[in-house]
């Protein structure tokens, strides 16, 4: 029996020594490392101690032994009780001061027995009997007193690992459940001990327990990842977190809020941020708008609410408002989360502005795509997309399209007498003219060369007669009397600046021809080809003139006349 027992507190002492060394090496990774060393370490010396007592022969060695043994306790209860404070609150700072003081009482009976005869307050008495594998002693009162304190700090860790259990899940709850089995087994073998002595033959069972709690231990470390993997207080989450967290309670009454919260109300209402718990929601500011909103239609469940505003034109948060209930659906309180996005509102600002750039940008090269660039006047691909939505509504509504095809009389004779430059300079005047004599609705576009095109949609026959002879007596009047270099005030829209000196239209009449949809043609091709013949026979005639082509059937020669034919007869 005595062999087992050797054999039983040698195993334990080399067990928690091994624990200890691997918690020892943990120390720099993990804040209750530390202190489950030291735990270890303690525990390994009482089983030692024990060890020297049930193997020595002398009497006075075991008594020493025995003394020992109890200081080898209290650093384990000290340091079970700093490894179950560490794990279970984050926020607990372990300084010298601070184990000192938990470290008096102890230390003061640990010094009392060390100096105190038998019997005496702290040992009635010693007995060696060669039955017992260690001599059997008797506690005194201080002694007494000395582990009722090491079983407060036990229960106080032991409650704490309970409270944080009830809140853990996964790999923490089943280290929790690791960590009060550790403590629980070696404190019911000592309560066991020191209660019914008789019932263990008078041998005491805490050493040879705290095998168990070492294993245990070890279990956590190498398995659960005790001391690696740490569960994080829900209160340090929130005091560390960047975001603003006010807790309202159900009559209205703010009851908490974190630092950064404190540090947004103190931006919002210098002063306030440490005198507003217990005040009023509305005591919020700005923030009581969102705190007012989750309060209405409070339903017996958990709403959300997600909203951006404006605290103040500077500063924008983005606003959290959660409405908590309990099990039974009875309301609670709201949680109002703030996070400060003036940031991401401030570069939204800017990406908008870069895209409004961007899209005017865009709209200003798709309009240079449909327009001329000499004259200012739409283009062939703008004319063709105008033409058939025209004639598309034209079907849709039973309202005609009229045509007209402007050429410039002897152009070519323009460009070969005076030059290219007072060419460009004509065109441009006589676009001028043109955009002003149309009607609001209508396309003129440059067709091509000296060719100009206008489409009316809703225009008859006679109206687009008349609007003809007035664009070719307009420049008649207009064009057909400038002199050589006189100025005509008309500016280009060349890219080009235009300056003072810059070359003056030339005298121009135009001949004009008429085509109507759907009388004339029933395609747009149709339409662009009747209008031209018009221009054809309009410039046969004699130009400075208005063909209808609708009198295209008095020539003979019309009907073999293709589009754009003997295009140089027309200059």
């Known amino acids: 029996m005595q062999l087992a027992w050797i054999v039983a507190l040698a195993l334990a002492a080399i067990t928690c020594a091994g624990v200890a060394g691997h918690s020892w090496r943990l120390r720099s990774a993990a804040p209750a490392a530390r202190a489950m060393a030291v735990t270890l370490a303690g525990c390994s010396l009482w089983s030692t101690s024990h060890l020297v007592a049930a193997a020595s022969t002398s009497a006075g060695i075991q008594l020493l032994a025995i003394r020992l043994s109890f200081g080898c306790a209290f650093v384990s209860v000290l340091g079970t009780y700093f490894v179950l404070r560490s794990i279970t609150d984050l926020g607990y700072q372990l300084q010298g001061r601070v184990v000192a003081a938990y470290s008096l009482v102890p230390g003061l009976v640990f010094v009392g027995i060390l100096a105190s005869p038998v019997p005496g307050p702290f040992l009635r008495s010693v007995s060696f009997e060669p039955s017992h594998a260690v001599p059997h002693f008797r506690t005194g009162w201080v002694l007494l007193v ?147 909103l989750a309060a209405q239609g409070v339903a017996p469940t958990m709403t959300y609410d997600r909203r951006s505003v404006a605290l103040t034109p500077d500063l924008h948060a983005d606003l959290r408002i959660t409405v908590v209930s309990d099990a039974r659906g009875r309301y609670l309180g709201r949680v109002l989360v703030c996070r400060d996005i003036t940031d991401l509102v401030d570069a939204r600002a800017q990406m908008e502005s870069q895209l409004d750039l961007v899209n005017a940008l865009q709209q200003e090269l798709v309009e240079l795509s449909l327009r001329d660039p000499l004259t200012g006047l739409h283009n062939r691909r703008h004319l063709d997309e105008a033409l058939n939505v025209a004639l598309a509504n034209a079907d849709r509504t039973g309202r005609p399209v009229s045509m007209l095809i402007i050429d410039a009389d002897h152009f070519k004779a323009v460009n070969d007498r005076h030059g290219h430059q007072v060419g460009d300079a004509t065109l441009v005047a006589l676009a001028a003219l043109l955009r002003a004599g149309v009607r609001t609705g209508d396309t003129i576009a440059r067709f091509g060369g000296e060719e100009f095109v206008v489409l009316m949609p809703g225009a008859d026959r006679r109206e687009a007669r008349r609007r003809a002879e007035q664009l070719c007596a ?98």
């Open 146 to 292: 000395a582990t009722g304190y090491c079983y407060v700090l036990l229960g106080d860790g032991l409650r704490r690992v309970l409270r944080g259990r009830r809140s853990a899940a996964g790999v923490f709850r089943t280290q929790f459940n690791s960590m009060v089995l550790a403590a629980v087994i070696p404190v019911v073998g000592n309560a066991v001990t020191i209660g019914f002595p008789d019932l263990v033959g008078h041998q005491d069972l805490t050493p040879l327990l705290l095998t168990c709690s070492a294993l245990i231990d070890s279990w956590a470390l190498l398995r659960q990842g005790l001391l690696r993997v740490v569960p994080v207080a829900r209160e340090h989450v929130v005091n560390s977190i960047s975001d603003g967290v006010i807790v309202i309670d159900a009559r209205g009454r703010i009851v908490d809020m974190n630092p950064a919260a404190k540090a947004l109300m103190q931006l919002l209402r210098p002063g306030s941020a440490g005198d507003i718990i217990g005040a009023d929601a509305a005591d919020l500011g700005a923030l009581s708008v969102a705190a007012d």
């Open 474 to 571: 307009a420049c008649q009047e207009e064009m057909g009397n400038i002199e050589g270099a006189e100025s005509t005030g008309v500016e280009s829209h060349r890219l080009d600046v235009v300056t003072s000196s810059a070359p003056q239209p030339a005298p121009v009449t135009v001949s004009i021809g008429l085509g109507v949809y759907p009388e004339d043609a029933s395609t747009a091709d149709a339409l662009l080809a009747a209008a031209d013949r018009a221009l054809y026979l309009a410039k046969k005639n004699g130009r400075n003139q208005v063909v209808d082509s609708h009198l295209r059937t008095t020539f003979p020669f019309d009907s073999a006349y293709p589009a754009h034919a003997a295009a140089g007869e027309r200059r």
